[in-house]
């Protein structure tokens, strides 16, 4: 097993490897599942929100779309007129009858709205439906939020489980690039497992289950297949990347900056970064830190603080006070689309 500065300096203070998981938006939506724009308009006022295309019928004469969305973009009192904008030139106004709305909000399946939209036959026959899955990250794992820009230009953000409950879980960092961002799926490599229904104000999302409204999407989606889907969305890589040997001199302090490249392929984006010093020698102190920064040039970037031993007390002019050194080591995570 190769040591570690923590193993090796047991008895003096160390810093160790601090982890920065970051959410800044990647360029590619999963697997080209369609994310859209939702408008609601009550008497009350106008609100965004997010949706995402989970099934579509292919009928006599007609396509039927159904989006879900967040049921919290319908709290205030109706009626309601609906409008999902597909891009900066399509829109599709959904009838009354096509808001479903769950009399039960709030509650469990009271967090979920479907948006049942009647177009013409093939018109939208491009359109990428995203599969359901009932299962859950763990606290820990990594989760991917789809939504749009203010520009309405597809983005995606990376989230690890704070706290996860049989209803609802809440993500473990601000979302910051995705706008109106209710209603966005939060997606597993499986497919879409729940829906942001509280983000903004600096917290964390809260994403609502899809668990808890099984029974209300089988009701009022007819033909939806619940069966787990084989097709990924995306796929969590993680690996570990060599950075350089940092050395320090006898009895000195020294502190600086380093930027390690890690070579990504297409499709794929940095989401969080660990980094520690490995096989140490002749140090006292070690402190190693990810910048703040994201990973949009595919670089870590890393502060380190290094101090040397002291130098020996026999005064013995043919002592040698030694030079410390030791390896950075980075272990990325990415998530990569089909």
């Known amino acids: 097993m190769r040591p570690t500065l923590r193993a090796h ?16 938006a990647v360029a590619a939506p999963p697997a080209g599942g369609t994310v859209v724009r939702v408008h609601v308009t009550s008497p009350a006022r106008s609100i965004d929100g997010t949706g995402v295309l989970i099934h579509q019928v292919s009928q006599p004469g007609e396509t039927v779309l159904y989006f879900l969305t967040s049921a919290h973009l319908f709290e205030d009192p109706g009626p309601y007129r609906v409008r999902v904008r597909l891009n900066a030139w399509e ?23 479907i948006l049942k939209a009647v177009t013409n036959a093939g018109a939208y026959a491009g359109l990428m439906t995203v599969p359901i899955v009932f299962d859950a990250p763990a606290i820990g794992d990594v989760f991917v939020v789809s939504g749009l820009d203010p520009a309405d230009i597809a983005v995606t953000g990376a989230q690890h489980a704070s706290f996860s409950a049989a209803k609802f879980l809440i993500g473990d960092r601000a979302i910051t690039d995705l706008h109106d961002c209710a209603g966005a799926p939060a997606l597993l490599p499986a497919g879409v497992f729940g829906l942001v229904s509280e983000c903004g104000s600096g917290l964390p999302p809260v994403v609502s289950r899809l668990s808890a409204a099984r029974a209300f999407i089988a009701d009022h989606v007819p033909g939806w297949d619940a069966s787990p889907t084989r097709t990924a969305q995306y796929e969590v890589i993680n690996r570990e990347v060599p950075g350089p040997l940092l050395t320090v001199a006898c009895d000195e302090v020294k502190t600086g900056a380093i930027a390690v490249p890690v070579q990504v392929a297409t499709r794929e984006a940095i989401v969080g970064a660990t980094a520690e010093f490995t096989n140490p020698k002749s140090l006292r102190l070690g402190d190693l830190t990810i910048a703040a920064a994201g990973f949009e040039d595919h670089t870590v970037h890393l502060r380190f603080t290094m101090v040397g031993v002291p130098p020996p007390l026999v005064k013995d002019p043919g002592a040698v006070c030694p030079q410390g050194q030791a390896l950075v080591t980075i272990r990325v995570t990415t998530v990569q689309w089909p």
């Open 91 to 113: 829109t599709i106004d959904i009838a009354p009858e096509g808001t479903l709305i769950p009399t039960s909000l709030p509650g469990p399946s009271g967090e979920i709205a």
């Open 9 to 24: 300096l047991p008895l003096v203070m160390f810093c160790a490897a601090f982890m920065l998981w970051t959410a800044h």
